[in-house]
């Protein structure tokens, strides 16, 4: 009943997060080591031209007067203009970000189902041979970092075998679907293209699960211990002791109150995924967001450092709000706040 | 006499697996319960009466136990032998229980009715009837446990009653369809003695109202006296004693049950009662005669190193002890 009341309240507390996750972005862009107009014009760059870059940019100001500035233009949709690519933020965001977001899509349903389902099997046979497996597969998926896996990834499929194209968006020679959403596959579908679709999707696939890997694994063994340790609970065993269909209390009455605690760490495995993207991006040679953040940190391109991660904040400010609203739902006693 | 039994508890051993062995809890249980018949099951807390319950059902998860011998016969039929099919049969439509906290026997993130009607609508009883019919059966078992606005609770989680309200909804989970036996496992324990009384009224006349056979696991000697026909003192895995309630009270024979009402405070003074001495034993390495030896006051060789039957004395009163 209170639900609504309980997201607009999330929401709210968001939006002061947010706008401290600006001030914070925007001081450290500045604080780190280096002259942006050195950096930005190079080594031969005469002193006047230097210091009119400075003028433009308000670089002489205090802090504050250019925070102003720049969150101004933030919350008109300008983010200023690149350095590096001489085109503006937002433009070069939107480009961007469709890539980034295709890959992590894919991996977030790998995440969510994969280690529900991964879970599952693994408490149904506990401490047998199939639990044992799944249990190193989730140890080596904790300890390995994910450019390991992706690195293996590409040996095996790429190299090795040849089955799967890996690297880039499309295999040479497909012609990149209308831009709708900037999503591949889904343009594809739209336009109708299916065999742009299917190597778009295959594409993905690599790169997907190998960002996906290591938390699905983790949230696999969160889901089979909490199985595992609700399934001797008093209200399994009273379901059990009604005669209710084992099938039913698995997929209910067990399964639920065993996601709480998953959920929340999924929520923060999915939400890190983006930043997680850069290696796997770098590797794959994936035209993506993250790889496009990198590159402005190493040439201290303030305006697409401050750009970058201020979609990422938003994002996972925005994930978070999902996960406690999926939280609430699955428990009574958040959302209820216990008592009457 | 053994025909009428509607159930029949032979020899039950069960053993929990844990660390490196197993845990040999129960240690040859007998307990029959005739048609109608109230049975009280008295012990110390960890002596086995909720498992030996449990097991009536099967609802231990398998995972956690081993059963080396003995058998439970329901209607003659022995339930450790029965199949998937068979035993949810038994537990849809002819027994049903009442477990220990009504904290924990509710699910946190279900409403009461979401619960109570997957109970209906897999019972025996609400199988195949419309959902309003389900509905209606649901809210009568909240109105017959004294709980008014059964429209209100049906939508309620479990988080948002109270202790005593919780306690009722499981009662009224396990009389909601026609049962031919309840199994009570200390109802009220965890309330207060006021709701407790209540509880335990509300549950007796149930019970009598629909001629259910009743076993009723409790602490307390004096709600076993008020509510049962027959008691079994257990002790540490085994029957030590059993007979008419009467009989119990009347001519107590085995010094566990000796010591148990000496423990029972009582109006009138003399402060707290002496109670026995020690704790219940290892059950990973239980002693090998008689499990009570090591706290018995009339230890003798013979109770260290075999293990006494349990006997009848006479009129029906049975007695596991070498030394009465």
């Known amino acids: ?340 | 006499m053994a025909d009428d039994k509607i159930l029949e508890i032979k020899d039950l051993k069960l053993w929990y697996k844990v660390y490196k062995g197993y845990s040999k809890v129960l240690d040859g249980v007998n307990i029959g319960v005739h048609k109608g018949e109230k049975v009280g099951i008295v012990g110390e807390a960890g002596c086995g009466k909720t498992t030996t319950v449990k097991s009536i059902l099967n609802v231990i998860p398998e995972y956690q136990y081993i059963i080396p011998d003995g058998e439970i016969f329901y209607k003659g039929k022995d339930i450790l032998k029965m199949n998937m099919k068979e035993i949810n049969q038994v537990r849809s439509g002819e027994i049903s229980m009442i477990y220990q906290e009504p904290a924990n026997a509710l699910n946190p993130v279900f409403t009461i009715g979401q619960q109570m009607m997957d109970v209906v609508n897999y019972s025996k009883q609400g199988k195949g009837k419309n959902k309003a019919e389900q509905k209606e059966m649901v809210l009568q078992a909240i109105r017959d446990v004294f709980i008014p606005d059964p429209e209100r609770i049906f939508d309620y989680y479990p988080n948002q009653l109270s202790g005593g309200m919780k306690q009722r909804i499981c009662i009224a989970m396990a009389i909601m369809t026609q049962r031919d036996m309840m199994i009570a496992d200390e109802p009220g324990t965890a309330l207060d003695v006021t709701i407790q009384d209540q509880v335990h009224k509300t549950l007796n006349r149930l019970v009598e109202e629909r001629n259910m056979s009743l076993i009723m696991i409790t602490h307390s000697l004096g709600v076993a006296r008020e509510l049962t026909d027959s008691i079994h003192v257990m002790y540490a895995g085994t029957v030590v004693e059993s007979a008419k309630t009467e009989d119990v009270f009347k001519d107590t024979l085995h010094p566990y049950t000796v010591g148990l009402m000496e423990a029972v405070p009582r109006l009138g003074g003399g402060g707290i009662q002496s109670g026995i001495y020690g704790a219940i034993p290892d059950y990973q390495y239980p002693p090998n005669g008689c499990r009570f030896a090591p706290r018995c006051s009339r230890v003798t060789e013979q109770c260290q190193n075999c293990k006494p039957e349990l006997k009848d004395v006479g009129g029906g009163h049975k007695v596991a002890c070498f030394n009465l």
Request: aromatic content about 10%; some cysteine.
């Open chain 1, 1 to 340: 009943m209170n639900l609504k009341k309980f997201i607009i309240h999330r929401i709210l507390l968001s939006i002061v997060v947010i706008i401290g996750l600006s001030i914070v972005i925007f001081s450290i862009a500045r604080i780190v080591p280096g002259d942006p107009a050195r950096m930005a014009l190079g080594a031969t760059a005469t002193k006047e031209a230097l210091e009119n870059f400075r003028i433009e940019n308000h670089l002489n100001e205090s802090l504050p007067v250019q925070y102003f500035y720049w969150i101004t233009g933030v919350l008109q949709g300008n983010f200023g203009m690149s350095t590096t690519t001489d085109r503006a933020v937002a433009k070069d965001i939107l480009q961007f970000l469709p890539a980034t977001v295709e890959v992590v899509f894919f991996s977030t349903l790998l995440l969510i189902f994969g280690s529900i389902l991964i879970g599952k099997l693994a408490a149904k046979h506990k401490d047998t041979v199939i639990d044992g497996i799944l249990r190193v597969f989730s140890y080596a998926g904790v300890a390995m970092p994910g450019f390991v896996v992706a690195i293996l990834l590409l040996l095996l499929f790429g190299y090795m075998w040849q089955v799967i194209p890996v690297l880039g968006r499309l295999s040479p020679g497909m012609t990149a679907p209308a831009h709708i959403t900037g999503l591949y596959v889904l343009d594809a579908l739209l336009t109708g293209k299916f065999a742009v679709a299917w190597d778009a999707f295959l594409h993905i696939s690599i790169p997907a699960v190998a960002l996906a890997l290591g938390g699905m694994f983790q949230d696999a063994r969160l889901v089979r211990n909490a199985m595992v340790e609700n399934s001797s609970k008093d209200y399994l065993v009273a379901m059990k002791g009604y005669g209710v269909p084992e099938k039913v209390m698995n997929n209910k009455y067990l399964l639920k109150p065993s996601l709480i605690p998953a959920v929340s760490c999924m929520g923060m495995d999915i939400a890190s995924l983006m930043g997680n993207a850069f290696l796997i991006e770098t590797i794959f040679s994936w035209p993506g967001i993250s790889k496009y953040g990198l590159s402005a940190m190493l040439a201290k391109d303030l305006n697409a450092i401050s750009g970058v991660i201020m979609v990422f904040g938003v994002v996972f400010v925005a994930v978070n709000i999902i996960v406690d609203i999926v939280v609430a739902y699955l428990d009574p006693r958040i959302r209820l706040g216990g008592g009457n």
